[in-house]
């Protein structure tokens, strides 16, 4: 498994002191520029405990590995500043649990937008589990704040290794969730009820079924329901019940055996959760960003798309596409683009994008794709021969039978997914070269 190494380099570490909270920053970008300790905002949480809570979850979101747990690097969580609201985001070591924090209960000064990583150390937790009462805490999100709880300025500085995998999970997570619908809606104490029904094994699948304004748990599938494979995976939820308003879970449109999403409605935020089909396989191997890549028309798209995004809290589509002359279609894909990149997120309470940076180099984009990478060389190499709807593929493994508009091969690859995570490269190439051929101007 190939990985970049991310080196962090903070001016101090994070602190919390005499109700000051802050987190200490590591390069990103702003609408201002890149910068190396960027700072965002400086104000109150209007709501300290449970925000305290919920960037403690985060954080531990960020140094579990949930399929067979041992020990490991963690990587700092990431926030992005909007105007309104701090979302602060993280991946699980195994690449299989997303979390998110979105707080919007916030009174203060924001000072730039943009998207940095934040030092979550091991006293800061501690001082974070301490936060309770009513009263409000002061946050600074930059460097400035931490004069106020640190007295060396001692530079912090960290390298970990980001492997593929885990960065191509963190950009297919949000083109999943843009496929889920919301399943069903608890308010506080039905949501405590049934989250607390839970197993509290980390193994196994149940399935969560409406039944009424309640959720039941099942043995299997059913009308609506939602799978949970391993229900260990959603335990940072459990903390906040003390805070909980509502629980929404979403699923995808499809049935059995696919990823859910569960967020909880906390006061002045929300904490999402999105985990994978099962403990062992991680967002990486779900390939439904490929389609929308394999467009010769979307990398120029997203390019023209990114210049137009403005680190706003919902992208909107009609808008986007009214300013760059593109279809919605044509924006939806770049917007597909752009999230291999680490440059948008998916909102599922606000069904919409947002604009974010995650640290990572754009560059690396082709090879967090090797499927595509390898469909694009096949029809380079002449590998891909036509004939209206069916097309043949030359491989090194034989010779590969592809229904384009059905998405079907004869190679072993589909036979064992069947579709289930995305196309394989011989339909991908089939697709890429029936597009050109339309394409191409006789």
Not at 108 to 116: I, S, Y
Not at 185 to 213: D, I
């Amino acid at each position: 498994m190939t990985q970049a190494v991310q080196a962090y380099a903070y001016a101090g570490p994070s602190a919390l002191a005499d109700g000051r909270l802050g987190l200490s920053t590591s390069g990103g970008t702003a609408l201002s520029g890149p910068h190396t300790h960027p700072r965002f905002f400086s104000g109150l949480l209007t709501q300290a405990a449970p925000a305290a809570a919920g960037l403690l979850a985060v954080a531990d979101v960020a140094m579990a590995r949930y399929h067979q747990p041992r020990p490991g690097w963690t990587r700092d969580p990431v926030v992005t500043c909007d105007g309104d609201r701090l979302r602060f985001e993280s991946f699980s070591a195994c690449g299989g649990v997303y979390a998110r924090l979105d707080v919007t209960a916030l009174d203060g000064e924001v000072l730039d937008r943009g998207t940095t990583n934040v030092d979550v150390n091991g006293p800061l937790r501690e001082s974070l589990r301490r936060v309770g009462g009513r009263d409000p805490l002061h946050l600074g999100v930059g460097p400035d704040e931490l004069t106020v709880t640190t007295l060396d300025g001692a530079v912090v500085e960290k390298k970990v290794p980001l492997p593929t995998r885990w960065l191509r999970g963190f950009a297919e997570v949000q083109v999943i969730a843009a496929g889920f619908d919301l399943r069903a809606e608890l308010n506080g104490p039905q949501a405590v009820r049934f989250l607390r029904s839970l197993p509290r094994g980390a193994r196994g699948t149940v399935w969560a079924v409406p039944a009424g304004r309640e959720l039941r748990l099942a043995a299997g599938p059913g009308r609506g329901a939602v799978c949970l494979s391993g229900p260990g995976r959603i335990a940072t939820l459990m903390p906040l019940l003390r805070f909980a308003r509502a629980l929404r879970v979403y699923g995808p449109a499809g049935d059995a055996g696919q990823a859910a999403a569960w967020e909880l409605e906390l006061p002045g935020m929300r904490y999402t959760l999105a985990v994978s089909p099962e403990p062992w396989r991680g967002f990486s191997g779900e390939g439904q960003v490929l389609e929308d890549l394999a467009t010769e028309e979307a990398a120029a798209d997203a390019d023209l798309i990114g210049v137009l995004l403005n680190f706003e809290p919902a992208v909107e589509v009609g808008l986007l596409a009214d300013r760059s002359g593109l279809t919605p279609a044509r924006v939806r894909a770049a917007l597909t683009q752009l999230g291999t990149a680490g440059r948008v997120g998916y909102d599922l309470h606000e069904a919409s994008h947002f604009h974010r940076e995650l640290p990572y180099d754009r560059d690396q984009v082709a090879q967090l794709n090797p499927r595509l990478t390898a469909a694009r060389a096949l029809v380079e190499s002449g590998a891909v021969r036509l004939d209206g709807d069916l097309a043949e593929v030359t491989t090194t493994g034989g010779l590969r039978q592809v229904r384009i508009e059905a998405g079907s091969c004869t190679c072993p690859w589909w036979f064992d997914h069947r579709g289930s995570r995305g196309p394989c490269k011989h339909v991908l190439a089939a697709r890429i070269a029936a597009r050109a051929l339309v394409e191409t101007p006789v």
